[in-house]
């Protein structure tokens, strides 16, 4: 029966111009364009969950909100108009269904289809595409000319949770934040939350609300800096100018802002490094322990800074709400964590804030003409394409920076990509790496532990363009929207190109078996 149901599906496959899998920012975002600056190109977006959203969707736990403002967070073509700028969840959710709704794209989406599977076929120039549908799990294919992959690069079915001793003794309840718990009763508990990582750092705060206490325990500091959440509309450019042009020029603000201070973290680490623990002084007085709770041993962007918005992390502090504890766990015990000083903790309910798990694509099995591709083994090329994989992007945003920054270009540059090919009637593109010289590296530079953890999992970089993954806007403008696209790396070729090698390796083989026989 599932034989038949599978031949009946191949026998119904629906073609597409461009397929894109993810409803999340990055999706709506390449939609937009697509509709906009491809208009003949057919389209539509494959969804593994049941709602438009990505990430904003996902995670509903307490306090969830942005890390960047949402001047570069908000799409270009779609100025976001709220005062608060950094957003949270719910708001950016609403933005992005709105989004959607407003351009039409929210009709060209199919729910609860999870793509499993991505067939290159040369000789055809097209991907068969595998999903399954529905609670039922029915096999459903598509085919499609250029694919592009707008996942994200973490596991959306579950986070990263460390085993530590005596988990299955603890009388309370542990929750991972990707999976918050609906029906989660915090009011008056003791809460330890692990971790001091962005998510962290949101969720103390907002819980400290409601809870009796919630302590931070952390194996080592983080960066932590504080940030208005607010725009004035009364005052400075908002106050005298349009207000998309207001809009513009506070986008070009931040870009140029972040750019600046990333470079002068990379320039001059220690000089800053006192800067961020003087700021976190100026909240928390002198009397608290700076170099033990908020003196990370690495420098900064090493790892991800986090973002405090109006200074609510260290207002809990203050207020007697939060303490953190920086210690290793030895331990859970019946009523909470011991810790290896000797300390322990009493806990009612335990948030592991430990991070994601990676998983580029979602996991997506990628095959390029019968060989399977081991995306460990492959170089990304402009931060968006891989060598030897033919007509397929993925939408990859900065550590750095605002993720719709970098997803934005990469739209734009397979716009242009689509539209060159067409001109010239080639239906392949493939990046090609010609020296083989050059030197590689990991894709990521962070030491976060996530990105640690996947390092052996996802695709590398060179040091050198176009295999360099820039963390920067200006020179990824440069890279994708201005630079030429056949740029002697990118490979175009005819669907005949592929036919006439075909006929010209039978013969080949043809000649050598016959000169075998004599």
């Not at 990304?380 to 719709?404: F, Q």
């Amino acid at each position: 029966t599932n034989l038949n149901t599978e031949k009946k599906n191949m026998a119904t496959i629906e073609h597409l111009d461009v397929l894109i899998v993810g409803a999340g920012i990055s999706g709506i975002g390449t939609a937009y364009y697509l509709q906009t600056r491809c208009p003949q190109k057919r389209f539509t977006l494959l969804e593994s969950r049941e709602a438009i959203g990505g990430t904003w969707d996902l995670f509903q736990y307490p306090g969830v909100r942005s890390d960047s403002d949402m001047h570069t967070l908000g799409y270009s073509f779609r100025p976001w108009q709220d005062a608060k700028v950094i957003a949270d969840g719910p708001s950016i959710l609403q933005y992005i269904r709105e989004t959607a709704a407003v351009f039409g794209i929210d009709q060209q989406i199919r729910f609860n289809h999870r793509v499993r599977r991505a067939t290159w076929s040369s000789a055809d120039a097209q991907w068969t595409v595998e999903a399954v549908r529905g609670p039922d799990q029915e096999i459903v294919y598509f085919t499609c000319n250029f694919l592009c992959m707008c996942t994200g690069y973490y596991d959306y079915d579950q986070g990263y949770t460390p085993v530590w001793p005596g988990v299955e003794q603890f009388t309370g309840r542990i929750v991972h934040p990707q999976q918050w718990p609906e029906e989660l009763d915090y009011t008056g508990k003791q809460v330890v939350v692990i971790g001091s990582g962005a998510t962290a750092v949101t969720l103390v705060p907002a819980m400290a609300e409601q809870a009796a206490h919630v302590t931070m325990l952390q194996r080592s500091p983080t960066y932590i800096v504080s940030r208005p959440s607010r725009v004035d509309g009364t005052r400075g450019i908002h106050r005298v100018l349009p207000g998309k042009l207001a809009y513009r020029l506070a986008r070009w603000q931040s870009i140029l802002f972040g750019i600046y201070f990333y470079n002068l973290t990379r320039r001059r680490p220690e000089a800053t490094k006192q800067t961020l623990l003087r700021l976190v002084r100026m909240q928390l007085g002198d009397d608290y322990d700076l170099e033990t709770h908020f003196a990370p041993a690495y420098n900064p962007w090493d790892q991800r800074l986090c973002l405090a918005p109006d200074g609510d992390f260290f207002a809990a502090i203050k207020a007697g709400k939060v303490s953190i504890i920086t210690d290793h766990i030895e331990t859970f015990t019946e009523k909470g964590i011991r810790l290896l000083s000797g300390n322990e903790l009493a806990a009612n309910i335990v948030v592991t804030a430990t991070g994601l798990t990676m998983k580029i694509m979602s996991g997506v099995q990628l095959v390029v003409d019968d060989v399977p591709v081991d995306l460990a083994k492959t170089l990304i090329y402009k931060g968006t394409m891989y060598r030897d994989i033919p007509n397929l992007a993925s939408a990859l945003g900065y550590v750095n920076a605002s993720w719709t920054l970098k997803c934005e270009l990469i739209a734009q540059h397979i716009c242009r990509l689509l539209n060159y090919m067409d001109r010239h009637a080639y239906t392949q593109c493939t990046p090609r790496l010609w020296d083989h010289s050059i030197a590689e590296e990991p894709m990521m530079g962070l030491t976060s532990g996530y990105m640690q953890r996947a390092r052996d999992t996802m695709p590398r970089q060179s040091t050198r363009n176009p295999w360099k993954m820039h963390q920067n806007y200006l020179r990824d403008l440069l890279s994708l929207r201005f630079s030429s696209v056949h740029d002697g790396t990118m490979e175009f070729t005819r669907r005949t190109d592929h036919a006439l090698q075909k006929v010209s390796a039978g013969k080949d083989m043809e000649e050598e078996t016959t000169k075998r026989r004599h």
